[in-house]
């Protein structure tokens, strides 16, 4: 602690940070000593790197752990890579009222407490282009369903497909969150089939809701059959029964225009007839986490006032990008939400970009080949839902393709991108064209 060198660092770092540096790295040189790793002449050089090892040791300590990447994986809403990146407007949203007081439970006109939800319940129903809905929104949809079981249907029975009892990534599983929510779970039909005669023969004097499940990161094909939303609608107002459509991914767009088909909007589910919706906030919405439930005010309501939508609620952050995201909906800046406008590059403006990033590598190791592929839309869209791209197919002489890979990450930024027999791709619809440049650089630095 008393070298020079130490010494100096003392001050940029104070006494107890740069001490614990020390100790991390004695213990490993004593562990080294210890078993055998090194030499007199190994420990007369780990002793004379020792003041640049405390400092290694400290920039370590003192980074973030949570970092930006570079997502070449072309999988848009990855949930290992955080899913939506937000807008620069949420960004900008957020820093004007987080770091102020705001008027976040406060109504401005009387002077007295008001409600944090109505930031967004009035932009909801403009972009659901629904007035006689409410939505209240949550910490994930998750949580979501799980408020609205509890609220529904806690001690009743809930009717659900077996064919849409689905596990999402992270133990999300439709079972165990409906034995959480204190509601008895009714499996009906098959895997593969479920008519809307299966439904009505199990609807008791117990039953409280029938819950459709979109099935996410699965599909069924063959011999399948699943009863149509429609039917479900009419079943459900005949009995009186309430009917709720867990979405997971909820577009807020029609997505047929990009050429998917499988994916139904909210809006539909909502113009449909379907009395509760919930789907995520950072899915396809392209927001910040958050679980969004959509509906008849009056069911909405009670859920409002269940003591479990008090402990699953969201912070301020989370109302300033909700309402930024939604504003840019409601002004049709769909390219300013980045999840949409990477949904909407065509393959060629994709190939172009990668010819330029393989241009710019300077190394003969280094192979670049041009393909054709698939961007995946991710985040709980059917895996059939994918969009034609161009993917930049990587090989380096004296490096696997995993080796090529784990250098790649241990870049700055990280870049993570695909493999695939035995290539390394990139796909650059998920990369902000300002990474371009960063992605050629990590190349020939690798080379
Ligand atoms: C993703 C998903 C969930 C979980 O949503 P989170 O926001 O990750 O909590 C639940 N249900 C379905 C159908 C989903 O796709």
Redesign the pocket.
Known sequence: MRAPAIVALSHSHGHELLASAVRTVLAKIRHEITSGLLDSQGLDLALSGLSAAVEGELRRATTHSLRAVINATGVILH?NLG?APLSQAAIDHIRETATRYSNLEFDLAAGVRGKRDVHVDRLFRQVLSAEKTSTIVV???????LLALNTLAEGGEVIVSRGEL?E???S?R?PDVMAKSGAILREIGTTNRTRIADYEKAITERTRLLLR?????FEISGFTEQAALDELVDLARQRGIPLME????GALIDLRSLGIERESSVIESLAAGVDIV??????MLGGP???ILSGRPDLIARMRSNSLFRALRVDKLTYAALEATLLAYLKGEHNAVPTLRMMRYTKEEIGLREQAVAAKIGNSRIKTELIDGDSLLG???APSSVLPTRLLSLSCEGFSADELAAQLRRSDPPIIVRIDEGRVLLDLRTVFPDQDAAIAYALNRIA
């Open positions: 949930t899913r910490n994930n949809n998750a949580a979501a369903v689905v999402i990534g992270g999300f439709i499940v979109h099935r996410s990161n867990d979405l997971g991914s919930t789907y995520s906030g950072d899915k986490q958050a679980g985040g709980g869209a």
